[in-house]
Antibody, heavy 120, light 110 residues
């Protein structure tokens, strides 16, 4: 069964850091790009960052560039999002998602259940 | 700044057909943007419906279909059911790793 499970969310003060994790199972993690998407309370979905299957390519939205870093550990089937200099506007549910195609960087087919981050 | 446009709200009668669209503020949408579509009911995790313009995700019924209509991407729902009442989001891939979500369409089935 293909599954993504996020963890690491919580309440954090502005300016502090937090690291989210996403544990993958049920598929060959090292073959697929992975993404982070967030959703602030009462608003729509926002793309945050993507990492290629081997970690060699990483891209992020302008709203988090320079503050958030996406990474992965293929030996542990885990995706990460290091969030620094957090702001109130980063408050959101953070979802990790799998890219459908090997070697691609677009779209999402499997989603985690999300982890809530509150900056206050 | 790239803006992906969607209808804020639409309604459809049970059993009817509705088309949601996904456009760009300053360009035409084509398959090269790899449009994808997601369904989300309040408080729930998004569900993938369509990616790569018209590829249905696993388990998605064939009454959901994706296409390019004119200069926009489109999601058509045929034989609408009550549980299709949800928010629908499109995503366009801008290249260089960058994806952009539309603002979402709230679909009402009544």
């Amino acid at each position: 069964q293909v599954q993504l499970v996020e963890s690491g969310g919580g309440v954090v003060q502005p300016g502090r850091s937090l690291r989210l994790s996403c544990a993958a199972s049920g598929f060959t993690f090292s073959n697929y790009g992975m993404q982070w998407v967030r959703q602030a309370p009462g608003t729509g979905l926002e793309w945050v960052a993507v990492i290629s299957y081997d970690g060699s390519n990483k891209y992020s939205a302008d709203s988090v560039k320079g503050r958030f870093t996406i990474s992965r550990d293929n030996s542990k089937n885990t995706l990460f999002l290091q969030m620094n200099s957090l702001r109130a506007e980063d408050t959101a549910v953070y979802y990790c998602a799998k890219v459908p195609y090997s070697s691609a960087l677009h779209a999402f087919d499997i989603w985690g259940q999300g982890t809530m981050v509150t900056v206050s | 700044q790239t803006v992906v446009t969607q209808e804020p709200s639409l309604s459809v009668s049970p059993g009817g057909t509705v088309t949601l669209t996904c456009g760009l503020s300053s360009d035409s949408v084509s398959t090269t943007f790899y449009p994808s579509w997601y369904q989300q009911t309040p408080g729930q995790t998004p569900r993938t419906l369509i990616y790569n313009t018209n590829t249905r995700s696993s388990g998605v019924p064939d009454r959901f279909s994706g296409s390019i209509l004119g200069n926009k991407a489109a999601l058509t729902i045929t034989g609408a059911q009550a549980d299709d009442e949800s928010d629908y989001y499109c995503v366009l891939y801008m290249g260089s790793g960058i994806s952009v979500f539309g603002g979402g369409t709230k679909l009402t089935v009544l």
